[in-house]
């Protein structure tokens, strides 16, 4: 059994024009319980603002938030995954590369965002099953 990105993704993202100010994406962010933000121009995704964007080139640099437009601060280019990939290898990609987030895609079109949260969320999961299903094994083999 093979499990796919698009078994673990999150469909919904928060997804803003790039001039959009990082104040008011910063506090839709916390509405959301969402640590990023997509910025997308011309129905394409071509950047994310984490938390650490907002962070080191916002707040830490002294810069109004409320004047700094999301697409200047944005990480580019943006990672991204087809629905398609088997998770193993979105992991290693993931680690390769030093990124928590990546963009996932089905065809041109995003179709949501998968995390290092949401992979280790998975994989508990998956290992809980694994468990149990071995526990019951055993036990059904048992004298």
Do not use: N
């Not at 995003?110 to 999961?125: E, H, I, N, P, S």
């Amino acid at each position: 059994m093979v499990l796919l990105i698009r078994e673990i993704m999150r469909p919904e993202f928060l997804a803003v024009p790039p001039e959009r100010d990082a104040a008011s994406c910063v506090r839709e962010m916390v509405a959301r319980h969402q640590g990023f933000v997509l910025v997308v121009e011309g129905g394409q995704t071509v950047g994310i603002a984490t938390e650490w964007d907002f962070m080191a080139k916002v707040l830490g640099a002294g810069r109004d938030p409320a004047t700094v437009p999301i697409g200047e601060i944005a990480s580019r280019p943006v990672r991204y995954v087809r629905a398609d990939t088997p998770t193993l290898d979105v992991i290693e990609d993931m680690s390769h590369q030093g990124i928590r987030r990546m963009v996932v895609t089905d065809g041109q079109k995003t179709v949501g965002v998968v995390t290092a949260k949401d992979v280790f969320r998975a994989f508990r999961a998956y290992m809980d099953k694994v468990s149990s299903d071995i526990a019951r094994l055993q036990s059904s083999t048992l004298p």
